[in-house]
């Protein structure tokens, strides 16, 4: 089967930079995609990799590498409305999303 | 309205009973996707619907679930005999490309 493993809990300080790891083990996948979800929230689109390397997206940008099975997302200028749940999510042919466990984000002043 | 709109937003129900949960997609969107997530989890794939017909069925955990979309528009999920192990949030999705649009989700509870 098909497995994202991300950190459980990242910290953070309001204006900085943080970035969020998801490691695979999976193959044949169409791209990686990123989420947010705030608490009691539902799971919004922030970003998306077909391809290797690096897409920015404003203050969001995220990295897929398929050789070393890995992606990030990178999050700038941290505010304190950034405190929620990432989930990264691998993307198949019929375009289902199968998420990772999740990465929660608190912004601290 | 503009995004995806799930009802009832919380349903609690008894072990044993039936439950039906509705979504209404953003219109025009051919795409829709059930998902289930328990607390602390991601959300897991249940059902995708292309149109009216359910192109992947592989995540409903078994028989007693089952989702309609008749008209090709609003879905309906239908799980029989609910067990305690039912319990966790609904998620419905809609897309018309890449990116899907999550509803707000119902929470199930089986007492």
């Known amino acids: 089967g098909q497995s994202l493993e991300q950190p459980s809990e990242v910290t953070a300080v309001e204006g900085a930079i943080v970035q969020i790891n998801c490691t695979y083990q999976t193959s044949g996948f169409y791209g990686l995609s990123w989420y947010q979800q705030h608490d009691g929230g539902a799971p919004t689109f922030l970003s998306y990799n077909a391809l290797d390397g690096l897409e920015e997206t404003g203050r969001f940008s995220s990295f897929l590498s398929r050789s070393d099975s890995y992606g990030y997302l990178l999050l700038q200028e941290l505010q304190m409305k950034d405190s929620a749940s990432y989930f990264c999510a691998v993307t198949f042919g019929n375009e289902k999303l199968t998420f990772g466990t999740g990465t929660r984000l608190t912004i601290i002043p | ?111």
């Open chain 2, 1 to 111: 309205g503009a995004g995806v709109s799930q009802t009832p937003s919380n349903k609690v129900t008894e072990k044993g009973k039936y439950v039906e949960l509705r979504c209404d997609p953003i219109s025009g969107h051919t795409a829709l996707y059930w998902y289930r997530q328990s607390l602390g989890q991601g959300p897991e794939f249940l059902i995708y619907f292309q149109g009216t017909g359910a192109a992947d069925d592989s995540g409903l955990p078994n028989d007693r679930f089952f989702a309609v979309r008749p008209e090709g528009s609003v879905s309906t999920l239908k799980i029989q005999r609910t067990e305690r192990g039912d319990s966790a949030v609904y998620l419905c999705a809609s897309s018309a490309g890449l990116e899907q649009f999550f509803g707000p989700g119902t929470r199930l509870t089986v007492l």
